[in-house]
């Protein structure tokens, strides 16, 4: 089951008998260099499910990693593997990114790698390519992001107006 997980530091399973963890991939490696691995060989995996470099990027921002440098250059490779994924799923991902209270973080790196357009279309673009656009854009799902950790249930139209403020 560990080889099936997309990233080491969510394989780690715990032995109730002996209280220790069990660890097939080098996730326990991993969290203590604070990076964030694929199992596997990234471009491989990355075909079989775009996603996955969703959640890597994810998972970095959340916890503050860094990505490491195989599964890294995967993405910037491979990043446009994205857009064959379903609308539904891709909204779905995104759902889960802004009703975390840690979106911008995510934002941020799928900025810095070249997902918001395929994710985000023209406003995604925009925000690549302008600097002054995407700091003013940040800032929006900061604030919204500490209104999600002030325990403010998630509103979908606050969320998407925000999230699309540039484009107005």
Same mark, same amino acid.
């Given at each position: 089951?560990?080889?099936?997980?997309?990233?080491?530091?969510?394989?780690?399973?715990?032995?109730?008998?002996?209280?220790?963890?069990?660890?097939?991939?080098?996730? $326990?490696?991993?969290?203590?260099?604070?990076?964030?691995?694929?199992?596997?060989?990234?471009?491989?995996?990355?075909?079989?499910?775009?996603?996955?470099?969703?959640?890597?990027?994810?998972?970095?921002?959340?916890?503050?990693?860094?990505?490491?440098? #195989?599964? #890294?250059?995967?993405?910037?490779?491979?990043?446009?593997?994205?857009?064959?994924?379903?609308?539904?799923?891709?909204?779905?991902?995104?759902?889960?990114?802004?009703?975390?209270?840690?979106?911008?973080?995510?934002?941020?790196?799928?900025?810095?790698?070249?997902?918001?357009?395929?994710?985000?279309?023209? $406003?995604?673009?925009?925000?690549?390519?302008?600097?002054?656009?995407?700091?003013?854009?940040?800032?929006?799902?900061? #604030?919204?992001?500490?209104?999600?950790?002030?325990?403010?249930?998630?509103?979908?139209?606050?969320?998407?107006?925000?999230?699309?403020?540039?484009? #107005?």
């Amino acid at each position: 089951d560990a080889f099936r997980r997309d990233i080491t530091i969510n394989a780690l399973f715990y032995d109730i008998d002996t209280f220790s963890v069990i660890d097939h991939v080098g996730g $326990l490696a991993d969290i203590s260099r604070k990076r964030v691995r694929v199992i596997g060989d990234p471009a491989t995996r990355y075909t079989e499910d775009p996603v996955r470099m969703w959640r890597v990027l994810r998972h970095a921002a959340r916890q503050g990693f860094s990505v490491e440098e #195989a599964s #890294a250059d995967a993405i910037r490779a491979h990043g446009q593997l994205i857009r064959d994924c379903p609308g539904a799923r891709l909204y779905e991902e995104l759902n889960k990114d802004l009703s975390s209270g840690r979106s911008s973080g995510t934002l941020s790196l799928l900025k810095e790698y070249g997902l918001l357009s395929m994710l985000l279309g023209e $406003l995604g673009a925009r925000l690549e390519e302008d600097a002054d656009l995407a700091g003013e854009f940040m800032r929006l799902m900061e #604030a919204h992001d500490r209104m999600m950790d002030s325990g403010a249930p998630f509103d979908a139209p606050v969320a998407y107006s925000l999230l699309l403020w540039p484009l #107005a």
